[in-house]
């Protein structure tokens, strides 16, 4: 899920998620610290980056014997944990569930798939009655597991903590039809920045989606984009996915609401990496990106009355998560994390607890001899020992600096001295509603002194992983 929707970019119809924001602090500088689903999991989940366990693509996952979770340090001081949907990505987000979940009182429920008549992961309108639409057997589910939760507590006292992820936005985009009634799809706007500017290495770029519109695949590359009538409709049903899952949202909040919980309980919301809908010519993930790291973030939390409403530009990472969401509800902060407690900003939104950001996406699929100046493949199904290249990325309140550096598949480290690709986009004045503004000129040549001065502080950062 993209972190420009409703009121803070595209038009996309969200009531309940804005309703939800004006109870917490909605965080506009959140970021993943890899932009595909698990890898990404695997990092939030334990507070601990992708370099720290080695985890770059769907094939390893951390060691279940060195390292907890939010869940399972929840677990292991009181709460009743109960998951569903992605959580995880491995294991239909079961993974190492009986370490993590109270899986003896309620099953981890894993997470299924849609079939759509049109439309695959590269998109595509995906309309369906809600009984065959997978989300939504999860909210039912989720009202199962979250009742019997919330009965418990006020029978024993036993504090909950319930984790549901749901699968909208991911393609194929399944919502009901009155979902994509409420747009009209020749109004949407495509973005005006279609292609890669010349100025960005092709390396920056993954060909990695077939763009389709009702099962019609569409070419496209760094230099030509597909269609606008092929940009509005993936968007159109899109958007529509983002309000379906508000939909969900916002019945599971009424729950918590008609027990009088409401008020009584931390409520996080975010995702796990964002989307690209055709800015530079880029479609889905797996990149560097403002579009495609950056992700919505939003807390609720009890009797913290100064962030309630309040938008603050303290930058997170996701792994923040894991030892702030502790400290929030009283517990103590995880050992041997990488994450931050940044748990102060609630009580002055205006602080800036942090104001840096680090992620990284790996390169497969390339000659090493051919250079930087070429479209990559993902990573997800290529063992670590095999990549070709890993690119870091530092992101600042005035500029994201990308360093693109060859893999050693022998040590699992990047050659810190050999040859490198820059990326360098100014953000000044980056009021955070508009990712097609942004990061479309490399500024490396004409800004030397910042590239420089970014690349020491990425690689100090990046060398203690």
């Given at each position: 899920?993209?972190?420009?929707?409703?009121?803070?970019?595209?038009?996309?119809?969200?009531?309940?998620?804005?309703?939800?924001?004006?109870?917490?602090?909605?965080?506009?500088?959140?970021?993943?610290?890899?932009?595909?689903?698990?890898?990404?999991?695997?990092?939030?989940?334990?507070?601990?980056?992708?370099?720290?366990?080695?985890?770059?693509?769907?094939?390893?996952?951390?060691?279940?014997?060195?390292?907890?979770?939010?869940?399972?340090?929840?677990?292991?001081?009181?709460?009743?944990?109960?998951?569903?949907?992605?959580?995880?990505?491995?294991?239909?987000?079961?993974?190492?569930?009986?370490?993590?979940?109270?899986?003896?009182?309620?099953?981890?429920?894993?997470?299924?798939?849609?079939?759509?008549?049109?439309?695959?992961?590269?998109?595509?309108?995906?309309?369906?009655?809600?009984?065959?639409?997978?989300?939504?057997?999860?909210?039912?589910?989720?009202?199962?597991?979250?009742?019997?939760?919330?009965?418990?507590?006020?029978?024993?006292?036993?504090?909950?903590?319930?984790?549901?992820?749901?699968?909208?936005?991911?393609?194929?985009?399944?919502?009901?039809?009155?979902?994509?009634?409420?747009?009209?799809?020749?109004?949407?706007?495509?973005?005006?920045?279609?292609?890669?500017?010349?100025?960005?290495?092709?390396?920056?770029?993954?060909?990695?989606?077939?763009?389709?519109?009702?099962?019609?695949?569409?070419?496209?590359?760094?230099?030509?984009?597909?269609?606008?009538?092929?940009?509005?409709?993936?968007?159109?049903?899109?958007?529509?996915?983002?309000?379906?899952?508000?939909?969900?949202?916002?019945?599971?909040?009424?729950?918590?609401?008609?027990?009088?919980?409401?008020?009584?309980?931390?409520?996080?919301?975010?995702?796990?990496?964002g989307y690209a809908l055709g800015e530079h010519g880029m479609w889905e993930k797996k990149s560097n990106w403002d579009m495609a790291v950056r992700v919505p973030l939003m807390i609720k939390v009890p009797g913290k009355p100064a962030a309630a409403g309040r938008v603050t530009s303290s930058y997170t990472d996701l792994v923040d998560i894991f030892p702030t969401l502790a400290v929030l509800a009283g517990l103590p902060a995880p050992d041997g994390v990488d994450g931050d407690d940044v748990s102060a900003v609630f009580d002055n939104p205006t602080t800036l607890v942090k104001s840096v950001a680090y992620h990284q996406y790996p390169a497969c699929g390339m000659a090493v001899s051919a250079g930087f100046n070429v479209t990559r493949d993902e990573c997800n199904s290529t063992p670590k020992n095999q990549f070709n290249y890993m690119g870091y990325t530092v992101r600042t309140p005035d500029w994201r600096y990308t360093l693109w550096l060859v893999w050693d598949n022998v040590t699992l480290t990047p050659d810190w001295d050999g040859v490198r690709a820059e990326e360098l986009y100014n953000h000044t004045n980056d009021n955070s509603s508009s990712f097609d503004l942004w990061e479309n000129v490399n500024l490396v040549k004409e800004h030397p002194e910042a590239a420089k001065a970014l690349e020491t502080q990425l690689v100090a950062f990046f060398q203690k992983h």
């Open positions: 899920m993209r972190a420009d929707w409703g009121e803070y970019g595209l038009p996309v119809v969200t009531p309940n998620l804005d309703a939800l924001a004006k109870d917490s602090l909605l965080f506009e500088h959140a970021f993943c610290q890899m932009s595909v689903c698990s890898p990404s999991r695997q990092s939030f989940m334990t507070s601990r980056r992708p370099d720290t366990n080695q985890v770059w693509n769907f094939i390893d996952a951390n060691p279940t014997n060195t390292t907890t979770a939010t869940p399972g340090h929840f677990k292991d001081h009181g709460y009743l944990t109960l998951g569903l949907g992605k959580t995880f990505h491995e294991n239909g987000g079961a993974w190492n569930a009986d370490a993590y979940w109270s899986t003896d009182i309620k099953p981890y429920y894993q997470y299924g798939s849609n079939h759509c008549p049109h439309g695959n992961a590269g998109g595509g309108h995906c309309i369906l009655p809600d009984d065959q639409i997978w989300d939504y057997t999860l909210l039912q589910v989720t009202f199962e597991y979250l009742d019997f939760a919330m009965e418990n507590y006020k029978n024993t006292s036993q504090p909950f903590y319930v984790m549901t992820g749901f699968r909208d936005p991911h393609a194929p985009w399944a919502a009901p039809q009155r979902m994509y009634d409420l747009y009209n799809e020749s109004a949407i706007l495509p973005p005006q920045h279609k292609v890669l500017d010349p100025s960005v290495p092709k390396i920056a770029w993954s060909h990695q989606l077939s763009v389709i519109t009702n099962g019609t695949s569409f070419p496209f590359d760094p230099y030509h984009a597909v269609p606008d009538w092929v940009n509005q409709n993936n968007r159109h049903a899109y958007y529509a996915a983002v309000s379906y899952v508000d939909e969900h949202i916002g019945q599971t909040l009424a729950k918590l609401k008609a027990a009088d919980l409401y008020d009584d309980t931390i409520i996080l919301m975010h995702a796990d990496h």
